[in-house]
């Protein structure tokens, strides 16, 4: 009954791809005019949020909590009329998006240390997603899923 992971989640999740994706270009750029060589980095990103350790367990945690709120909200809104099982239902998915964003937000960071942390073990300073690369750079995808076991 509650509804899938909302837009916004989702949506806050493309955007900070696509603002690592702006920020790397800028730092290429930025790079070229200081006379550094730019190394560029590659990452699979829809993988790794879906298969990096943290983001999985928060996944995982997320679905736990989504069939227990389902549950607890299927059990209340028994019997109850339309106006109050709307009601319900908004506070659910409240509870449910909060817990999401609990979850998420220090995983994603888990991530992004993980990326971090494999860019300077290999000596790159630009790391876009393989959605925009379509030719060369330094594949970092298992080496960020190996920090993430770490």
Do not use: C
């Amino acid at each position: 009954m509650l509804k899938a992971l909302p837009k916004s989640l989702a949506i806050i999740l493309i955007s900070s791809l696509v603002i690592g994706v702006g920020a790397g270009l800028t730092n290429l750029a930025v790079s070229r005019a200081a006379g550094e060589a730019a190394v560029i980095g590659k990452i699979d990103g829809p993988k790794l949020k879906q298969e990096f350790p943290a983001m999985k367990a928060a996944w995982d945690a997320i679905a736990k909590q989504k069939a227990a709120l389902e549950k607890e909200l299927n059990s209340k809104a028994e019997g109850q009329d339309e106006e109050t099982k709307k009601q319900l239902l908004d506070q659910y998915n409240t509870k449910y998006n909060e817990y999401a964003r609990t979850q998420l937000e220090p995983a994603a960071k888990a991530l992004e240390n993980a990326i971090a942390a494999a860019a300077k073990e290999k000596g790159v300073n630009v790391v876009i997603d393989t959605n925009v690369v379509h030719l060369g750079g330094i594949d970092l995808t298992d080496l960020v899923m190996k920090k993430g076991t770490k």
